[in-house]
């Protein structure tokens, strides 16, 4: 027998109860959690529909057409998540990425942007708001999307060989319309554009130094991620990683010398190099083989208003339910809910992973990222 079996679980419906503290304290913008990590960025799933079906995210064996979305009236509406992201910003958040599903597939996506777009910091500065896309229908709406507020784009592309990629999307969606779509926010301003390819061994590693090649004078920001073990459904195994030092190491034998420079911020994800002959920047997400827990500053709000502290959650809590109660509670009592939760946190599932990989106890289950986001 040479099928894999995916065992599933739906996630979507467990949650912790909440309650409101009985004392109240004004947000102060410097909540930590118990390893010292601050709140800065927030992470907002719009939808948990797709348009694609990726091999290590929506694989069409469990998302067909029988799969069940959640219903329009459970999703958080723009003015509930604009209520929940002040709430956030009033703690410490100065990003916002927006994400899915495939968010462009919400509909008037560009009122929540703009709405996001007004808000301040508690210094007033604006925030540094972004969206992650497949790309798919990037060149029609990457205009009105910058008109909105927007401040840049992550585009997905997982290979330029056109074979590989319609494999790997399983919609027969071509690797021309998503580098039109990332010239286009390139050129309405929506850059500098970044590029994340999923690296699956087996699949795609073959496109690593293609890809290398291609962004290296194009003025994007390749980023090669390791491919994780998010949720249940893509049937993750350690022998499918491609380690991001193996990934360095094709593109520099390749003829590429890299140089690494330094993290724009602290809690940066990525591990940025820049080719050295002056070309342009890359990075590595090694989430598997170089945790980066210890700086973790990311809370995710899923599309039905479930707060989860960890991409590797197994379960999220219920501010939808806050926000919908009968008894209107206030901002501040929402707030002190969040900031609950937060100083609760101590999640460090990648560095966890790492040291029970060896032994092979890494049972923990998980939701899945098209219902998180990325």
């Not at 004004?26 to 010292?36: I, K, S, V």
């Not at 496109?207 to 920001?221: C, D």
């Not at 379960?315 to 901002?331: F, N």
Request: some cysteine; charged content about 25%.
């Amino acid at each position: 027998m040479t099928e894999k079996f995916i065992p599933l679980t739906d996630f979507r419906q467990f949650t912790s109860s909440l309650a409101i503290p009985d004392q109240l304290q004004a947000p102060d913008g410097q909540l930590l959690d118990t390893l010292a990590r601050p709140l800065h960025d927030l992470r907002i799933s719009v939808t948990d529909r797709c348009n694609f079906r990726c091999v290590y995210c929506m694989p069409k064996a469990v998302f067909d057409k029988d799969y069940q979305y959640l219903p329009h009236q459970s999703l958080l509406s723009f003015e509930e998540i604009y209520r929940i992201a002040s709430i956030f910003v009033a703690h410490g958040v100065n990003k916002i990425r927006l994400t899915g599903g495939e968010p462009l597939l919400r509909k008037n996506i560009e009122k929540l942007i703009a709405l996001l777009a007004g808000l301040r910091t508690p210094d007033g500065q604006q925030l540094d708001l972004t969206l992650t896309t497949n790309g798919s229908l990037l060149a029609r709406k990457a205009q009105s999307l910058k008109d909105a507020g927007l401040t840049r784009v992550s585009v997905s592309l997982d290979a330029l060989d056109d074979g590989v990629f319609r494999h790997m999307n399983d919609v027969d969606f071509s690797v021309s319309e998503v580098l039109e779509g990332i010239a286009v926010a390139e050129k309405v301003g929506l850059g500098p554009v970044k590029v994340n390819m999923v690296v699956k061994a087996g699949v795609n590693d073959q496109e690593i130094v293609p890809m290398a090649r291609y962004f290296q004078r194009s003025g994007q920001i390749l980023r090669f991620i390791e491919y994780m073990d998010v949720g249940a459904s893509n049937g993750w195994q350690m022998d499918e990683v491609i380690p991001s030092a193996e990934i360095i190491r094709r593109i520099q034998d390749a003829g590429m010398p890299l140089t690494p420079i330094q993290a724009n911020y602290k809690s940066e994800t990525a591990k940025r190099w820049r080719h050295a002959d002056g070309g342009a920047e890359l990075g590595l997400i090694s989430s598997v083989t170089q945790t980066f827990c210890g700086d973790c500053t990311r809370a995710r709000l899923s599309t039905e208003g479930k707060l989860y502290t960890c991409l590797f959650a197994s379960q999220g809590h219920d501010l939808r339910a806050l926000l919908r109660a009968p008894d209107q509670h206030s901002d501040l009592a929402i707030a002190n809910v969040i900031a609950g939760i937060w100083h609760k946190r101590s999640d460090r599932y990648s560095e966890l992973r790492s040291q029970q990989t060896d032994t092979g106890s890494v049972t923990r289950k998980k939701i899945e990222m098209s219902y998180i986001g990325g």
